[in-house]
């Protein structure tokens, strides 16, 4: 039986950036495991990383005593067991292999292996599995305190841009709940068009946005800093939807140049009672997939935020049912480079699939169509919807099993 509490034991006494090593290193003592490999997800969404600080490995990045050697994810166990969220235990030689999740609340940071010296059991795949998902809280604190695991995490540099992008969107872009599982995702373009997507989750109330700031590198990140700084202030200060929208405008009309501005959404469901309001400020429309079928949900347009100053915005009742799979994109996954991209029928083949790969896999889609050459920011959220009462998850290991994506 793996020690948990003296796992966490060891966390305390680490410095924060050895913490996660020094935790993978005890748990492979208490398996009597050959090696322990923690693999991060890298922000392409495409690979894993692996970080090190003991040794020197052939092809990996360095940043002085740091490692990071970048595994490809298609066709590999690593992305069978990231898209399952199950354990994955392969023969080798006279032992075995065992890669396990390491998750909170659906949102896939990476993963564990170790290199066992037998075949282990299903109880004790079913532990080394509970330890991981502690580990991710100990990667999720030890991260705050080091940027070690988020340069290890860019096998592309990022431009100011897109640092200052990065900073606008959510920690996790995953969160599975009783009533919905949401994700978001960004595929930047190479010239950073100001995307972003956010939300929070109380006990009332989910709320998200997406927003898409006019313009092209810094200008656009300054922007969109400008309006998400606004909202979030604003829904902090515990304002109705129709007055955050109202704050961010006033805020972006005072502050920003001429001629700068932002198309967006702001959504606000009531968990008590299912029932959705949405903002509409001249953004693309959502979609929806309701049995089977795939349409634009129509909305009234408003102005962009920063158009018109003082300008009232209108909360619309927003179509919500049990089973409803919504998506809100940005009109980067609609640019004119990228038209041989069908977004409904691409989002009518993924109703097997869990949000997280929703989100990936349109992503992936639009850069196939654009031959990687995407000139605007394609951002998209998924957002599923279970309604019902307020109830808790049904939850193994950091994950619900039954939302995991369907085939690998």
Known sequence: MIDVGALLQQVEAAAPIDAVEVVAAELGRMVDARAVNLLVADFSGRAVVRLTSAELVEGARAQGSERAETLPLPGTRYEHVLRTQQADVEPVGDGARVLVPVTDRGDAIGLLQLDLPRYPSADEVEDISGAAHALAYVLIAARRHTDVFEWG????????????????????????????????????????????????????????????????????????TLLVGALRNARRRGLGLADQAGYANDALAENAGPGQFVTGQLLQVDLHRGTAGIVNAGHTLPLRLRD??????????????????????????????????????????????????????????????????????????????????????????????????????????????????GPA
């Open 292 to 405: 089977g079928r795939v349409e634009e949900i129509g909305l009234r347009i408003e102005p962009p935020f920063g158009v018109v100053p003082g300008r009232s915005f209108e909360v619309q009742p927003f179509p919500l049912e049990p089973g409803d799979r919504l998506v809100f994109l940005t009109d980067g996954m609609l640019e004119r480079n990228a038209a041989s991209l069908d977004v409904a029928a691409a989002l009518a083949c993924s109703a097997d699939l869990h949000p997280r790969e929703v989100v990936h896999e349109l992503g992936a889609a639009v850069l196939r169509a654009t031959g990687g050459d995407l000139r605007d920011d394609a951002t998209m959220v998924c957002l599923d919807w279970y309604g019902g009462p307020q109830r808790d998850r049904v939850t193994e290991f950091g994950a619900d099993p039954g939302r995991a994506s």
């Open 153 to 224: 995490q860019r096998s592309t540099p990022f431009v100011l841009a897109a640092e200052i992008q990065r900073r606008l969107l959510p920690p996790a872009y995953t969160c599975e709940a009783g009533q919905f599982t949401l994700a978001g995702w960004l595929e930047p373009a190479a010239t950073v068009g100001g995307d972003t997507f956010d939300y929070s989750l109380d006990r009332d109330t989910l709320q998200l946005s997406i927003t898409d700031a006019v313009g092209h590198q810094v200008q656009s990140a300054l922007v969109a």
